[in-house]
């Protein structure tokens, strides 16, 4: 692709009123401006529209769309906006996804110019102030200081992190995400993974750039992470064909509680130890249990889910 590439930054909102007046002040103030900010808006009760609509009045290039709650979808409602983004490269962020420094964007769109075989990119996640021990091993095992460039034949070498990405902070072609479709709709969560395993397939590659970086991470609780772990079972189950064809994640689940003790030896936190082993049997039942979700009546799922508002659609 020659010439300037047009930047679209899409975000979906709902109350999202603590964290958009820093994400719009940091959008505003990049090297590299975009070309639109749109925001699609879940019928927020708090002062988020407020706040865009100040930003707007300053930005002619910010927009508000707004729709009702139970319309949003993971996938459907970003498809929505990327067919309506005039971007060659659309970027998708969350509302609490706060750019780290002003050239975020800059660096994270840089390699679409380098390499037209690039489909996708995503920045590293920091851990945000408030980040318990929990949270902040979570981001730098899936977020390393090393930037990668990866294709379906790196399996062998990353396994399941091979098509690892998330919409908290990522960017597309945008001609290659129109021709397979977008994003898959009616997922329980997921949309990212499952676009870039298909991207990956067609023989495209997926950067992932440590040097552009937002603040965002969540302090889940013990019952948040059973939640979260069955919703990965649910959609490592419906998703197979294109996240299990080379193997599951069980490597990178081994890996993942390797690193953890590690850092708590390392942060001398051993009276972690006890939490960190209910938290990593949580998970691990929660994503078995996830995986056999079809044995269970939809009310059951629902509650197990930290999605319970997409079970109810298809009860």
């Known amino acids: 692709m020659k010439g300037k590439q047009k930047l679209s930054v899409i975000i979906p909102t709902c109350n999202g009123a603590s964290w958009l007046d820093a994400l719009l002040a940091s959008l505003t103030s990049q090297t590299v401006l975009p070309d639109e900010i749109l925001l699609i808006d879940s019928n927020s009760s708090d002062a988020t529209c407020t706040i865009i609509k100040q930003y707007m009045e300053r930005h002619s290039f910010i927009r508000l769309e707004q729709i009702a709650q139970q319309d949003f979808d993971h996938g459907g409602t970003r498809t929505l906006t990327a067919q309506q983004a005039i971007g060659d490269i659309v970027l998708f962020m969350t509302q609490d996804a706060i750019p780290a420094n002003t050239t975020a964007l800059e660096l994270l769109i840089q390699p679409f110019a380098l390499d037209e075989q690039v489909a996708a990119t995503y920045g590293r996640q920091l851990p945000a102030k408030q980040a318990t021990f929990f949270a902040e091993h979570l981001r730098s095992f899936n977020y390393p200081e090393q930037s990668q460039q990866r294709c379906q034949q790196d399996w062998a070498t990353y396994g399941f992190k091979t098509v690892f990405i998330s919409n908290s902070f990522a960017a597309w072609r945008c001609d290659i995400l129109r021709q397979q479709g977008y994003f898959p709709e009616q997922l329980l969560f997921g949309e990212d993974t499952v676009a870039l395993a298909k991207m990956l397939e067609k023989g495209y590659k997926v950067s992932y750039i440590s040097h552009a970086m937002v603040y ?43 690193s953890e003790l590690k850092l708590l030896a390392q942060k001398k936190k051993y009276f972690l130890l006890p939490e960190a082993c209910v938290r990593n049997l949580c998970k691990f039942i929660a994503y078995k249990v996830g995986r056999k979700f079809k044995m269970l009546p939809t009310r059951w799922s629902a509650h197990l889910s930290m999605h319970p508002r997409w079970w109810h659609k298809r009860s």
């Open 216 to 258: 965002h991470s969540h302090n889940y609780s013990a019952v948040q992470d059973f939640k979260r772990y069955f919703d990965i079972g649910v959609l490592h189950t419906t998703q197979a064909q294109h996240l299990l064809q080379h193997g599951g994640p069980a490597g990178a689940g081994r890996k993942y509680v390797l």
